[in-house]
């Protein structure tokens, strides 16, 4: 079993920055792959950016690329995203999610756990 607990989400400006936080913890926390999502009320979970486990490959949805940035520790527990130039329909609620593999996908239903989510929110 893996649990993840986000951490730094918040309210901030447009054009604000925050860092968000994904700690993962387990008994076997190791080959896996991380992705950030985030959802919005009434809308589906939306695919921002993800990173291998092996490599440290990362991809980006379109909305996001150029102004999010994934990365993660050197023990590779804890993942963080990092927000630039915020706006306003960036609020959501942001969650981490980890698969059970090396290669991280895009699709939400090929993650195996989820944290909590935390919420953001960008002001105008």
């Known amino acids: 079993q893996v649990q993840l607990v986000e951490s730094g989400g918040g309210l901030v400006q447009a054009g604000g920055s925050l860092r968000l936080s994904c700690a993962a913890s387990g008994r076997s926390f190791s080959n896996y792959a991380m992705g950030w999502f985030r959802q919005a009320p009434g809308k589906e979970r939306e695919f921002l950016a993800r990173?291998?486990?092996?490599?440290?490959?990362?991809y980006y949805a379109d909305s996001v690329k150029g102004r999010f940035t994934i990365s993660r520790d050197n023990a590779k527990t804890t993942v963080y995203l990092q927000m630039n130039s915020l706006k306003p329909e960036d609020t959501a609620v942001y969650y981490c999610?980890?698969?059970?593999?090396?290669?991280?996908?895009?699709?939400?239903?090929?993650?195996?756990?989820w944290g909590q989510g935390t919420q953001v929110t960008v002001s105008s």
């Open positions: 999610a980890a698969r059970g593999s090396s290669y991280a996908y895009t699709p939400a239903s090929k993650y195996d756990y």
């Open positions: 990173i291998n486990w092996s490599s440290g490959g990362t």
